[in-house]
């Protein structure tokens, strides 16, 4: 599956705990990473700065929907894939 253009849901909604160039103490959970681009691309894509939990997302049915949903689809299920991974849940 590749990914929805002019998504960057996977930048956006998870939290990133590891440095990112830009973030050196990671991102929160709903804050846009300084490497999503213009068109919601990472600027960080195939290089070895790119966090491993970025690499490790990919694209899938499950996570990104149908192509007739959108990328609000996206968001909310990482929304809640966040949520219930929050130590405590």
Do not use: N
Not at 18 to 31: F, L, Q, T, Y
Not at 58 to 67: N, W
């Amino acid at each position: 599956m590749q990914c929805r253009p002019q998504c960057g849901a996977c930048c956006i909604a998870p939290s990133i705990t590891s440095p990112i160039p830009g973030m050196p103490h990671g991102k929160p959970a709903g804050v846009a990473c300084v490497q999503l681009d213009e068109h919601f691309g990472c600027k960080l894509f195939g290089k070895p700065e790119r966090p491993a939990f970025c690499g490790g997302l990919q694209p899938s049915l499950e996570m990104c929907g149908t192509p007739q949903q959108s990328r609000d689809y996206a968001i909310t299920w990482l929304q809640a894939l966040e949520l219930a991974t929050q130590p405590g849940y």
